[in-house]
């Protein structure tokens, strides 16, 4: 923390850019020039395009009930003032879940589920991960330790297959299954085909719980041979038998390993099946995340103790009041990772193109960004070489407004760049959980240095040059309304602190009154009373809400949309290796960083140094050694890191962390000398979510 306050990338005083975007060069201004600008700017957009012209970008450097909401961060306070001028464009979505949180509610409803909660791995004979690090992913909060816990109680058996040797598998796991990325699907299949030929499945629970496992159990308008069991075994319309053998050319799993572990989970009781938010971070993720979910279902290990319903483990949080953001006039929502298009070509998406919810198609390209505490513009987004081209011309988005502590990658793209204070700088209360829940109550621990201000204080003070100070205060100072959010917390949870015993308290922790969460408890239970919210109540593996979409919406090449979850190999220009660029490239989030959120610090890059896990094989093909300065390249770009050589990782995949700081002369030659994986992504959206697919790319590696 010390090292991120007294960092050298912080900014001190406000700053208004004066080279082209994203060189990073700025001149001093006072806050009186910057709120003068920016309230001027705000109100020229909405004067010239409406304020469906003025949109807010992801970001989630910085949550508290007066900074971003807790979750999702939409809802700034930047939206409360937005939404007293006339509103914003909004988004929907995150960059964390997009494919699994809109994906999932066809098969199981709701708008996000959540598996069991880790503690309960507990009661399991055995734990199966896809893509679930929690040992580096869950770091703080209380999860790691459960995993520990969890793991070594009754000695539950842990598989994790993920390309990556994770860190939990060296702190739980008992066997890894190396697999080609993006190829879940394909495992699943093949697990099913053996379950169904070997009749290891639960019958009685699909017929009870679910509806298209098979062809009696289809919706009356489905095709004949449209079934789930059909498309397994070969019956449906690509007459492929879905065996372990053909499942190992796509996935590199040896066929024997294959048919033992569909015994294995078959056999197992309670078997616990759970996935992170890697598998679904792809092109084909929709598809690759609900293939894992089959697993559960056809062996009926949903809803029990020591369960799991093949989606992330549960949490149990707190959840505070946040400031109210108000209703927002402009009801058009773009998915969150579409920003890029809409700047350059806004009226040209639609529901039926881009998923526009809340209106059929938009109006206005974006012409001002507000961007607080995120590093999205470019960091964090698809295709960092693309989004420069849109960000840097001017007659696209005429104004852009950052508010940072860092000087950041997207931070050089402002107009105007404001320096904000960290949360532990200013008085804070967050909500948050893991397996236990937790809040956070903080007095800032030094005194605002320079010209920083708070976020509430610059917003108040602009909402003064837009007229409407009075209603975005209402009166109250920032601390006055964090009190009387947590009094009106407290009206509903009555169990917590008062105010001052929770700000002695520093941080509150509760144990979930339940121990552990069961998801679909109830459901299992007794399911006419408590049917889920999808069209039948059941479980679906046959979606003929999907099947509309799939026949109405307008659709790329590639852009699959199934009634039933179905391998495909996702779009041929991420996924597909080339003569030219051979190799896999898969992204992971890294216990060196949140994100790019402390990627700056020297003391921590010199204990996580950005790296290329390479395979010995692939590595020795290109005379390549541990710690060599590397090049990684495909079509979109090119970044320059460390290769670590290591059989850690699976032959024909190399691995790179994310948020990783871009380092690039942008108008040079754009090499990326941070080895920021982003320069190596797409700006494709996936076929149904629209979401990042970030993990999914090609690539050549070679020596520097
Ligand atoms: N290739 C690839 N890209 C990815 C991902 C991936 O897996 N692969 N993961 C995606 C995911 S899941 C996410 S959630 C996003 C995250 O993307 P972002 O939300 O952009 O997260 P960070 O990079 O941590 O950026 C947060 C910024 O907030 C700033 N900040 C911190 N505290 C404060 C504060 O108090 N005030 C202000 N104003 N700023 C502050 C930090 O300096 C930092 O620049 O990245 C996505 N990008
Ligand atoms: N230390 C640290 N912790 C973090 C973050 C961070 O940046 N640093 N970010 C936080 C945030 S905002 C989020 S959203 C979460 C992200 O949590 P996740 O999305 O779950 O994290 P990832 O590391 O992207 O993916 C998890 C694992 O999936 C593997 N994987 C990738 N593709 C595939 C695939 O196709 N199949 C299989 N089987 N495995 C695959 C990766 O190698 C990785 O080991 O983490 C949170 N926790
Ligand atoms: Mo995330």
Sequence with gaps: MRQRIYAEQRIPYPLRRVGNRGEGKFERISWEEAFKEIGQKLRGTIDTYGNEAVYLNYGTGALGSTMGKSWPPAATPVARLMNLVGGYLNHYSDYSTCQITVGMPYLYGGSWVDGNSLSDMENSELAVFFG??????????????????????????????????????????????????????????????????????????????????????????APAGSSYKSYILGQGPDKTPKTPAWASRITGIPPARIEKLAREIAGARPCFICQGWGPQ???????????????????GQVGLPGTSNGCREGSYSISLQSLPAGDNPIKAKIPVFLFTEAIDHGTEMTALNSAVTGADKLNQNIKCMLNYAGNCLTNQHGDINYAHDILADESKCEFIVVWETAMTDSAKYADILLPDLF??????????????????????????????KTLYDALTLIADKMGVKEQFTEGKTQEEWIKELYEKTREKDTELPTYDEAMEMGVYTRKNPKGA?????????????????????????????L??????????????????????????????????????????????????????????????????????????????????????????????????VTPRVVPGTVCISQGAWHDADMYGDRVDKGGCINTLTTHRPSPLAKGNPQHSNICQVTKA
């Design 132 to 221: 679930n690090n929690p040992s580096e992913t869950r770091m703080s909060g209380c999860k790691a330790k459960t995993l520990q816990h969890a793991r070594f109680t009754r000695n539950t058996r842990v598989i994790i297959i993920d390309p990556r040797y994770t860190d939990s598998m060296v702190s739980v796991g008992d066997e890894w299954i190396p697999i080609r990325p993006g190829t879940d699907a394909a495992l699943s299949a093949a697990l099913a085909y053996v379950m169904i030929t070997e009749d290891l499945i639960d019958k009685p629970f699909l017929a009870k719980y679910t509806i298209g496992y098979d062809e009696e159990s289809l919706p009356k308008g």
């Design 281 to 299: 971070r792809r092109s084909n993720g929709e598809l690759n995340c609900w293939s894992i979910m089959m697993l559960p279902l056809l062996t």
């Design 423 to 452: 949360r532990f700088e200013q008085v804070s209360q967050i909500g948050t959980g893991g397996d236990n829940a937790y809040m956070i109550s903080g007095q800032p621990c030094t005194t605002p240095k320079f010209e920083r």
């Design 517 to 545: 969460t069961i998801a679909f408890e109830a459901f299992r239970n007794d399911p006419a009373a408590n049917p889920l919210d999808t069209p039948t109540g059941k479980i679906e593996i046959y979606s003929e809400t």
């Design 547 to 644: 099947a509309g979409i799939a026949a109405t919406w307008e659709l790329g090449e590639e852009d699959l949309i199934s009634p039933i979850p179905v391998y495909t190999h996702g779009f041929t220009e991420t996924d597909v290796p080339t003569d030219e660029f051979p190799l896999r490239c898969s992204g992971f989030h890294y216990r060196g960083r949140t994100h790019s959120s402390w990627g700056g610090i020297e003391l921590l890059k010199e204990v996580n140094p950005q790296e290329a896990w390479i395979n010995p094989a692939d590595a020795k093909e290109r005379s390549i050694k541990q710690g060599d300065k590397i090049r990684v390249k495909n079509a979109f770009g090119e970044i320059e890191l460390l290769a670590k």
